[in-house]
């Protein structure tokens, strides 16, 4: 049995009390809002699979019913032996804009994704006047004003406009940083850090699930680890965990999962690693090792775990191209160092050495044509979007490096692009650990409107999909029921949100039906915004939001809070 088991009483149990205890008399049936019939269940525990129904009543799951129990509905879905399961958890979600655009969170719908975790790093609050000034200006195609100022603030404001998908986030490290130190060099001071924990804290008790940080970014790359730790305990006093873009993903990775180890090993909560991965072909034999580590960590008492996306590319920013201290300040100071002919050299001599110093992601693909642009902000450079730099390169007749910080200057944005790092062996190799679930490190996109205007990962459109259909399905890496765990009960679980991710009894009404024989991706790298196939039905808080395939437009979503949340009223089955 899964340690999460203890969240909710399994199905066989509930099946067994319906059809002994709560049966209704044969003269009468009950009526509930929404019944779905007919399916094979898989609850979210990893245990076998059931054929029962599942009954809603509100936002809840009301009972679980052996097939054939008479009751009635005013909605009745036939799942017709497909799959149902729990909505599927997205542990890693940039969709905190995206929402703002599109509400219906189409591409991770057609998904089954029912809850979309944010902040990796960053956090949309807490935020001073200079944070909202400097984030109204570099947004890109998505344009919004900032009404909020905490990161509760945010949520409550997301939910209030209305949102076809749950929504939760951590606290940013990065943005906490922001918050107090500006975005330079420099190491917080004893008053600076107690500020920086009480914000944190202050987080926590918004609803956040813990602390969130993003290390080869700057400024959060000249954070130390004693920095963290702190961030990381403040989190940990009302139950928060502590989740890691970690200081390298490529030479020092072994170095750097040390440390996140010792940020769990010093909070006592469960600590995770945003999408591993051993990134640069000459670090490909370091995953078994990351692997080890983590087992190793785990059997020492450290509750620490991983997530992934189902691809063998990345995607960020082009600004990684460039050593970190140019990036110190903030965008305009780097931006101003670029246009300074010394600096430019000194920047371009470094960006052609590899360095054990910093992450420079466009050495590490190994060749320039496995670096593809996928989002410019200025109108005049979206024509280069689905180009490699290989190829612009050749087009500007100016060097690569040359070529980087032109387009740089000319966006005066990071500018979206994918690296391809990683080698297929290992994205199955970490799929295939227990403690691995899924986040698809994008935005949850819609193939039309203001999406249009820049491309995108395929992973927006296919994470999920593409794990189900092909490493669970056709390479047979795991059963289903497994699969199913992965996407929602370990989620669920790791960052203590009650009564999500399973189907019992008072967890909330999160459902999707999917057909496990068909379910598949058909989003790629040249022609990312394709819909996946093979889920005809999701219900948000027992609301349908996709029935048969098609969107039908509701927006039932939901904050969902972390374990230090002041508005929670104990109950039973809540768990510190």
């Not at 679930?437 to 819609?446: H, Q, T, Y």
């Not at 395939?549 to 929670?568: D, M, S």
């Amino acid at each position: 049995m899964h340690a999460h088991a203890r969240y909710f009483v399994p199905i066989a149990l509930l099946v067994g009390i319906a059809g002994c205890a709560t049966r209704p008399p044969a003269e009468s049936a009950a009526r509930h809002d929404l019944i779905v019939r007919n399916g094979i269940v898989y609850d979210g525990s990893g245990g076998p699979a059931q054929r029962v129904d599942i009954a809603i009543d509100g936002d809840r799951i009301s009972a679980v019913l052996p097939r054939g129990t008479r009751a009635e509905a005013r909605i009745e879905l036939d799942a017709r032996d497909r799959a149902v399961a729990p909505g599927f958890i997205n542990v890693l979600s940039w969709a905190n804009e995206s929402l703002i655009a599109d509400p219906r969170s189409l591409s991770d719908i057609h998904q089954g994704v029912t809850l979309e975790i944010f902040g990796e790093g960053w956090s949309m609050g807490p935020l001073n006047d200079a944070m909202k000034a400097d984030a109204l200006k570099q947004q890109g195609d998505i344009r919004y004003a900032i009404e909020w100022t905490t990161l509760g603030d945010y949520l409550d404001w997301l939910q209030g406009r209305g949102i076809s998908t749950n929504v939760a986030s951590f606290v940013g490290a990065t943005t906490v940083r922001i918050h107090e130190l500006g975005e330079d060099d420099v190491t917080p001071d004893a008053d600076a850090l107690a500020r920086m924990q009480d914000l944190v804290r202050d987080a926590m008790a918004d609803g956040a699930l813990g602390v969130g940080a993003s290390l080869i970014y700057p400024p959060a790359v000249f954070a130390k680890t004693d920095e963290l730790v702190a961030l990381a305990s403040a989190a940990a006093e009302s139950g928060g965990g502590y989740v890691a873009h970690m200081r390298s993903e490529a030479d020092r990775l072994p170095a750097a999962l040390d440390e996140t180890i010792a940020i769990g090993r010093a909070t006592g909560r469960h600590t995770e690693v945003y999408h591993l991965k051993a990134a640069g072909q000459r670090n490909w034999p370091k995953m078994a090792e990351a692997i080890a580590r983590i087992d190793a960590a785990r059997a020492g008492g450290v509750d620490i775990g991983a997530n992934m996306y189902a691809y063998t590319a990345g995607a960020t920013g082009l600004t990684v191209a460039l050593p970190p201290w140019v990036q110190a300040g903030g965008h305009d100071a780097m931006i101003a160092r670029l246009k300074d002919p010394a600096t430019r050299r000194r920047v371009i001599a470094e960006m052609k050495q590899p360095s054990d110093a910093w992450e420079n992601l466009r050495l590490l693909a190994g060749d320039d044509a496995r670096v593809l642009f996928i989002g410019f902000r200025n109108k005049a450079l979206k024509p280069l979007t689905g180009k490699t730099l290989a190829k612009v390169t050749r087009q500007r007749g100016t060097s690569p490096e040359d070529t980087i910080i032109d387009l740089i200057i000319e966006d005066d944005s990071r500018i979206d692009v994918a690296y391809f790092l990683m080698s297929e062996d290992n994205v199955e190799l970490g799929l295939s650990q227990a403690w691995t679930s899924l986040g698809s490190d994008a935005e949850s996109s819609a193939p039309e409107g203001v999406f249009l205007g820049s491309s995108t990962h395929p992973r927006a459109y296919g994470n999920v999909a593409r794990f189900l259909g092909h490493y669970v399905r056709e390479r047979r890496l795991m059963p289903l029921d497994e699969a199913v765990y992965r996407l929602t009960g370990l989620p669920a679980s790791n960052w203590k949100l009650r009564e999500r991710g399973c189907l019992a009894v008072g967890c909330h009404a999160d459902v999707v039906i999917f057909d496990p024989d068909t379910i598949a991706d058909h989003s790629t790298y040249e022609t990312p915004m394709r819909f996946a196939t093979g889920v005809s039905d999701v219900i948000v808080n027992g609301v349908p939001v996709l029935r048969d395939g098609e969107h039908t437009g509701a927006r039932p979503g939901q904050v969902v809070r972390g374990p230090g949340w002041r508005g929670w009223r104990p109950t039973p089955s809540s768990d510190q």
